[in-house]
């Protein structure tokens, strides 16, 4: 009997998510997209549909069965009917990024993290173009040598994603350093306030990110340079500050710092393994979006 009753007062996941991706959506954008609309629904509830097909990783067909079956979501939603595949496709369409960002910085700002992390890492990761096998490629002869990059920075302690950009690979990853460094940098810890206040967060990622751009409290392996023939032989790093951060690589390694970087290797698995590896779009404004949204998602999931 006490099993059946914790049974009805447990909240399904799905729910939880569906009411939070409504409520930031409500605050993050316009109650609809023009004053002419149909206004059947509210912008804000399909941009939920939307966080919640990314979420459950379906297509636009399905999500529109998955509503008509959940009948606890459309109710978290205030829906009073189900909108077509063509409605959310095209709510997709209208979501900006900065749409998104703002999702994010609301997310954010009610769990606290502002001014908590005191180590960031980043890294990037690509999704491909096509859902298709690497097998049934491979026998098509449809090598896709392109992908579309995401660069994430993450908070060491919460696990949250912090900042985000996209691109198109294969390409360095040394100009996503900058970018997702300065979306991170509210959410690291400082020391002082005004003209004095002092950065105390640390940077961590690997020697992709190698370049002028990296900073003093930034942790990144310097690229191997002046090795003997070959490329083999012993790294040797000619100028000296190239040394002086190889030398505080190598005792951030002794100390167990730099291995907090693997978490945000854990957040690029687990962002692509629960929603989706590949991207569905074609047009390519839409593809580079695409890793915005899970990012996004995940930060709800979480």
């Not at 992390?117 to 999704?127: R, Y």
């Not at 859902?131 to 040598?145: K, W």
């Not at 505080?248 to 989706?276: C, H, I, P």
Request: net charge positive.
């Amino acid at each position: 009997m006490s099993q059946q009753k914790q049974t009805q007062h447990r909240e399904s996941r799905y729910v939880r998510v569906a009411r939070i991706a409504y409520r930031l959506s409500l605050q993050a954008m316009p109650t609809y997209s023009h004053p002419k609309s149909p206004h059947h629904f509210t912008l804000p509830q399909l941009a939920a549909c939307v966080l919640m097909t990314f979420y459950l990783n379906l297509s636009y067909r399905d999500m529109e069965e998955w509503l008509l079956a959940s009948s606890e979501v459309r109710e978290v939603l205030s829906l009073e009917r189900v909108p077509d595949h063509s409605t959310l496709s095209r709510t997709y369409k209208k979501m900006k990024v900065k749409d998104f960002d703002k999702m994010k910085h609301l997310l954010l700002s009610e769990l606290g993290i502002e001014g908590s992390e005191s180590m960031i890492a980043v890294d990037t990761t690509g999704f491909d173009l096509t859902g298709a096998s690497a097998y049934y490629r491979s026998r098509r002869g449809n090598i896709y040598r392109q992908y579309i990059k995401g660069g994430y920075s993450v908070g060491t302690q919460s696990q949250f994603i912090l900042g985000w950009l996209t691109g198109r690979g294969p390409t360095n990853d040394t100009g996503y350093l900058a970018g997702l460094r300065r979306q991170a940098c509210k959410y690291g810890q400082y020391r002082g306030e005004g003209k004095g206040r002092r950065r105390e967060w640390l940077l961590l990622a690997d020697s992709g990110f190698d370049s002028r751009r990296v900073e003093q409290m930034d942790i990144v392996p310097p690229m191997r340079r002046g090795a003997g023939p070959g490329g083999r032989g012993p790294t040797r790093v000619v100028a000296p500050a190239r040394q002086a951060r190889a030398d505080m690589v190598s005792q951030a390694r002794l100390d167990g710092v730099y291995g907090q970087r693997w978490k945000v290797e854990t957040v690029n698995s687990v962002v692509k393994r629960r929603f989706g590896s590949a991207i569905r779009s074609r047009k390519r404004s839409l593809q580079r979006r695409e890793p915005i949204i899970k990012a996004m998602v995940y930060n709800i999931h979480v």
